[in-house]
């Protein structure tokens, strides 16, 4: 079920009321059942991957937590490799099959090897996949006691509000909360379908109606040329914020309305004055988790300059390739990996061109303006459909032609 679906209209407002009419004791076990129907929607039987690592992840932990040195890390590696592993099969398998036929043609073995099986990839995997290896991760570092109750840790990883596009949570920020009783408050449900508003009108209005226009021209990108690909590459900057950012508010807004806190997730990203600032306003939920369990176990800031941009370079490609199974997804996260090695190198310089501005507003419009310059063009990447695409929409964005005002 999304949330922009007639489905939801009806969803949403019975969920919510029974959650208020139930005996407190009896509503995580209703907003787990809602959370399941929810997942369920899609597909029914997919249901049964979020059980099976729900499983895995639940004993996992325990094991953890009663263990000590290798047997300790053998039960986190079961529950990462499981998380892992899921994922890979249903979202990266066709990616690893063609390119895996690509390097074979390349070496003059003339054989193309087909899937073994087809499926859909399931929805939210990424987020759910993350959220839950968030948990195990966490009680291996000790920051947090195993949770005993099978159906509260099931609820952390399907709350229906955050289950198809996050925040991803810690559970230290939310499995507390389904312990708590939240009574009907008139201030809070209504600053929460306040934000559900904000973000259905983000969604529904501006990103959806942006979408027909980038869709039209990057659908169809060799009968255009100029300014249409121009404008089609600035309307795809704001839909893609908006169509995420406006999912992330009404996830938001939802769980305030029951009572629930969840992380911001994204925090006007387009006015950073730098690459290293617009990460740290989008997708938060996200950039924190790369931050804190890839970054730092891999030395972080703690080891000489050449490893600290390796790692930086490393996480920002893997970033990439968590958004999709594509090349051009790697290639979008390398360069804001490039980009955030590059701002760091040339710091003081920055410092100095950009004081030549005179510093105050003025230097930080066009500090900004350089910022989403490089955004915006990592975008393309990160809408076409593949990189003869890309290359094609950076040849031609601002090719002049009388023939590009009547595309439009």
Request: one cysteine or more.
């Amino acid at each position: 079920m999304l949330f922009n679906s007639f489905e939801f209209l009806l969803f949403f407002p019975i969920v919510t009321l029974l959650y208020f009419l139930l005996p407190y004791k009896h509503r995580w076990l209703w907003l787990l059942s809602a959370s399941c129907f929810f997942y369920a929607f899609f597909k029914w039987y997919y249901i049964f991957i979020l059980v099976f690592t729900i499983i895995i992840d639940y004993y996992a932990a325990f094991w953890i937590a009663r263990t000590s040195g290798a047997k300790k890390k053998w039960a986190l590696g079961l529950s990462l490799a499981a998380n892992i592993g899921v994922l890979g099969m249903f979202k990266y398998y066709y990616f690893i099959v063609d390119n895996f036929n690509a390097v074979i043609w390349k070496a003059g073995i003339h054989q193309h090897y087909e899937p073994l099986w087809h499926f859909l990839l399931p929805i939210g995997l990424s987020f759910h996949t993350f959220q839950a290896m968030s948990y195990t991760i966490e009680v291996y570092r000790g920051h947090q006691e195993v949770e005993k109750n099978f159906g509260i840790y099931a609820l952390y990883v399907m709350f229906y509000p955050q289950l198809v596009a996050g925040p991803i949570e810690r559970p230290q920020n939310v499995l507390h909360q389904f312990y708590e009783k939240f009574d009907f408050d008139y201030d809070r449900v209504k600053s929460g379908m306040r934000l559900m508003l904000w973000g259905f009108f983000k969604k529904v209005v501006i990103a959806d109606n942006l979408s027909v226009f980038v869709d039209k021209v990057y659908g169809d990108l060799p009968h255009y040329q100029g300014l249409p690909i121009l404008i089609a590459t600035l309307f795809y900057s704001f839909q893609i914020f908006c169509d995420f950012s406006g999912y992330s508010d009404i996830a938001l807004g939802t769980a305030r309305v029951m009572g629930f806190k969840l992380m911001k997730n994204f925090d006007r990203p387009y006015f950073s004055t730098s690459i290293s600032e617009f990460w740290r306003r989008w997708h938060i939920s996200l950039s924190t988790w790369f931050r804190d369990y890839l970054y730092i176990p891999l030395g972080g800031n703690r080891v000489g300059v050449f490893r600290k941009y390796f790692n930086l370079f490393i996480v920002f490609m893997v970033s990439g390739l968590w958004h999709g199974a594509s090349w051009n997804f790697v290639i979008w996260g390398s360069l804001h990996g490039i980009y955030l090695i590059f701002g760091q190198l040339t710091e003081s310089f920055q410092k100095k061109f950009f004081g030549l501005f005179g510093g105050g507003r003025f230097s930080r419009f066009i500090e900004g303006s350089f910022t989403v310059f490089l955004v915006i063009f990592a975008w393309i990447f990160f809408r076409a459909k593949n990189f003869a695409d890309a290359k094609y929409v950076i040849k031609n964005v601002f090719a002049t032609s009388s023939h590009s005002i009547s595309q439009l």
